[in-house]
């Protein structure tokens, strides 16, 4: 019988930095990836050809090797305070943070990431934004920001996938992990549909795809967590030549409003100047709403969008952020035969539904083609309308013509790293030599952080 040192489950940030470390630190070890997705040079979206999701199963966009990040906008966020992407920070010094932020982002850029820093204070430019956002009761979180790109991001990855190759990583490919194998409270191996492997030492980094079943696998094991945040809202899509003069400076602004009805917190995510509005699907066939964008010019677009999302903690007796936000995910695709709502703000704010006349004749045309048109007061919560509706204008009032009547709102966008895992400061659960870590687990919410977060756990061992 063949026994690893380390088995990862999941080929995301998380887990593939994590591997390149350790190969850094000790060259000769005996490691298994398994990832229920393909390989990066398999992973091909048949809807950016033919403009119709054909239902792969496991879906390309959000599984395979690198996650949802190979075909993600690609964006890291280069902010040294833990501010933007997740809780890691909470597990390290400041200055071990720090240095960590350096030494990932410099992988990145030897692997082909693009020089160019966006959002750094040239001629003050950002100290108006955080004025102006200042009186328009936004908090601004200043980072800076290195843009790979939706195709560049998919080259970087395939270079990483191909030096985990020859040093020597087993990979394999479409392999959904079915159990744990746990014996006396310590985990041992991993179960697949016909074979069983072993190691030492086994890392859960199945990002937020892979919520459920890690949600599963936590209640059969008595694995510790507690309910995490769960993020709802909404894409919003406007003309780009409304964004443009932030664009322009910082190119992804991180702002947080809170509203004054409720005093909830609503933060922009994942903007993409030029961008697209895409499809991607998860658990039960949900089809949600994303966005990207380009680095190459022609695969440009005259609109930006970003995503609107509402924090929310739930307290107990609720337990089940993750059902909760599947269930507004299934209501928006029941109502619009499994595709995603597009609904322009004028509808939005009269409490109609959006027609397909009415938006053949909008000032801002669709991105996402297949969209249907619809009304998002029969999906979302009072309490969330009312939230989108107050930061809209908010906005508004930092970027003129944001709350214009053409501007587009898809829904539903929900992330699902609501399982908070708890792990101790090495990374590891309740369960001895199981190990936690990215997205999946609720210790990060983006790309720069799940690939630090390998980094930091490599360095523990």
Known sequence: MKKYDYIFIGAGPSNVF??????????????????????????????????????????????GFSGAGAFSDGKLSLNDHGEIGGNLISYLKPEEFGEILNYTDQIYLDFGA??????????????????????????????????????????????????????GVEILFQMPVKDLIIKDNKAIGVELENKKYYADKIILGVGREGSSWLEKICDQYQIAKKPGVIDIGVRVECDASITKQIDDISYESKLVYYTKTFDDKVRTFCWNPKGEVTEERYDDNLALANGHSYKCGTLKTGNTNLALLVSKNFTE????????????????????????????????????????ERLLRNNTQPTLKDAVPGDLSLVLPYRLMLNIKEMIEALDQLMNGFAGDGTLLYGVEVKFYSNKLKVNKNFETNIKNLYALGDGAGITRGLMQASMNGIAFARKQ
């Open 18 to 63: 994590a591997i390149y470390e350790l190969l850094q630190i000790q060259a000769n070890l005996k490691i298994l990836l398994i990832e229920k997705g393909r390989s990066i040079t398999e992973r091909f979206c048949p809807k950016r050809k033919n403009h119709q999701c054909i239902d792969c199963r496991p879906c390309n966009i959000t599984t």
């Open 114 to 167: 693009d020089n160019q820093i966006y959002g750094t204070d040239i001629n003050g430019e950002i100290a108006k934004i955080r004025k102006k956002a200042i009186e328009c009761n936004l908090k601004l979180i200043e980072s800076g920001i290195r843009h790979l790109g939706t195709e560049k991001a998919f080259e970087i990855y395939s270079s990483l996938q191909e030096y985990l190759i020859k040093k």
């Open 317 to 356: 007796p609720f337990k089940t952020p993750i059902e909760y936000g599947k269930h507004i995910a299934r209501l928006a695709n029941m109502l619009s035969d499994g595709k995603v709502i597009v609904q322009t703000y004028g509808d939005f704010k009269r409490g109609r539904r959006t027609t397909k």
